[in-house]
């Protein structure tokens, strides 16, 4: 059956996978961005800004969704504005939120004993509260506190009441070479290709990955797929530390990393973590959605990474 899908965002990453992917299934899709880039193919493009809720309203006009995925919202300020413009427009509504909201270094969150995966509990969106009235507009200020913005807006929409509300709680993204557009990946490739120091905590602690490929394809199952509502974790099933992506890097460059102990509360390379909140994904594989072992994609995200770096290392060594 054909559903009449809306993404906010993606025009890149896992999010313009998502799209793709859609559209290959036969979905009608719309996408709504700020026309920095276009939509594959095949989709219906709506340029408006997400933030101006009279733009974006009218730029909609009369269109209406089956389900609508944001890939883009930050801040309760955005979810406010999302729920009053597509109440009565779809009957669910899914956001891409992070892990980060269980990052325990970002607020008072029950304490989960080490080793014990993360579950969604953790965070309830329906009772967490919001303080719309702080500086989410400053890009700043929402930069430092993208964990609190995700959770005050996943609590904003779980509580709009106008629609069926899905949080997508995704584990670090990894996969596709040159189109991550996080460059993590590209950061451990380059640093152990050329023997440069990966800084990392004494006792780094493990945490959690999904491929992008595997991401797109859950939101596109959570969105018509499912009928469940709430906050979900989607991981990669197996947990992992900075050394064993450091080790896999290694056994593909041919080269040992190399690492510094960073002092305790010192910057550490991006998957270094000193505090725990690695997640379970046991809710999504009870509702139908078996995640496949990091171990069995990470090896091939790795090697797209590596080749991606040294395509890039030779078009800047390249005389002009």
């Not at 965002?9 to 009608?28: I, K, P, S, T």
Request: glycine share 10%; charged share 20%.
């Amino acid at each position: 059956m054909s559903d009449r899908i809306c993404v906010i965002g993606g025009n890149r990453y896992f999010g313009r996978l998502l799209v793709e992917r859609a559209l290959a299934a036969g979905h009608q899709v719309t996408v709504v961005n700020r026309g920095s880039a276009a939509p594959p193919a095949g989709a219906d493009h709506v340029v408006a800004d997400r933030d101006d809720e009279t733009t974006l309203g009218a730029a909609l006009g009369s269109r209406v969704f089956d389900v609508v995925v944001d890939q883009v919202c930050y801040t309760p300020v955005q979810a406010a504005v999302a729920a009053r413009v597509f109440g009565g427009r779809t009957r669910r509504y899914v956001m891409t939120s992070t892990i980060e909201v269980y990052d325990p270094a970002s607020a008072a969150l029950p304490a989960v004993p080490l080793g014990t995966p993360v579950t969604e509990g953790v965070v309830d969106p329906a009772g967490w509260p919001v303080a719309a009235g702080l500086p989410w507009y400053d890009a700043a200020y929402r930069d430092a506190h993208y964990a609190e913005g995700k959770r005050q807006a996943e609590a904003v929409l779980a509580r709009a009441g106008a629609f069926g509300f899905v949080s997508v709680r995704s584990a670090h993204v990894l996969g596709g070479g040159e189109r991550e557009w996080t460059g993590r990946l590209a950061h451990y490739a380059e640093r152990v290709a050329r023997g440069e120091e990966i800084a990392v905590h004494a006792e780094p602690l493990p945490t959690v990955f999904v491929h992008h490929e595997e991401l797109a394809a859950f939101l596109l199952w959570a969105a018509v797929g499912s009928d469940f509502t709430g906050p979900v974790n989607a991981c990669s099933d197996g947990f992992l530390d900075v050394h064993g992506l450091c080790e896999e890097v290694a056994a593909r460059v041919g080269r040992r990393p190399a690492y510094r102990v960073t002092e305790p509360g010192g910057a550490a390379s991006p998957f270094s973590f000193d505090r725990h909140y690695a997640m379970s994904n046991a809710r999504a594989r009870d509702l139908g959605f078996a995640f496949s072992p990091v171990a069995g994609w990470l090896p091939r995200a790795v090697a797209e990474a590596v080749a991606a770096t040294a395509v890039a290392a030779t078009a800047v060594a390249r005389p002009a």
